[in-house]
């Protein structure tokens, strides 16, 4: 008759106690696909689609900006940009007397609205990256700087929209 190791034995009895079943994680991937243009961060990776602006009580919001790039299948094309609507932050949770804060949204140190700008394909298109424009800042800040006088939480949604032009330059 053969004896076991204990080592073995022991190993056998945990393996017996471990459950027998799977943990299963599910990712739920995305992606916007525009096939003509894009506007990313200045590497290449995607624009942060949620940014907090910092409040200083003596001065207001704290401007933000990133270095951006548009990508597009067709550098020979100008680029209409506008915003989808105007940018604005209005109180969710506030105190009694809150009021919407405009703000201005900038590409390039351009102010942008609703209307449509036209950014030169030879302005943006230097060919020193394939199919990326030179970097830009893309800016959002307070439209009248100064204190807010209702202390909560505002929201807003800043919309940035671009299209080819129908003819090349």
Partial sequence: MKSRSPLALLALLCAASLPAYAIQTDIKVWADVD???????????ALTDVVQMSHNPANGLTAWSEQVRIFSNDTSRNVDVRLGNDAVLTPTVAATGAVPVPLTV????????VAAQEFKASDLFDGAIPGASIAMELGIAQATPGKIAAAGLYEGMVTVVMAQTTSAP
């Fill in 106 to 113: 900038s590409l390039n140190k351009r102010a942008l609205t």
């Fill in 35 to 45: 096939t003509t243009l894009a506007l990313m961060k200045a590497d290449g990776s």
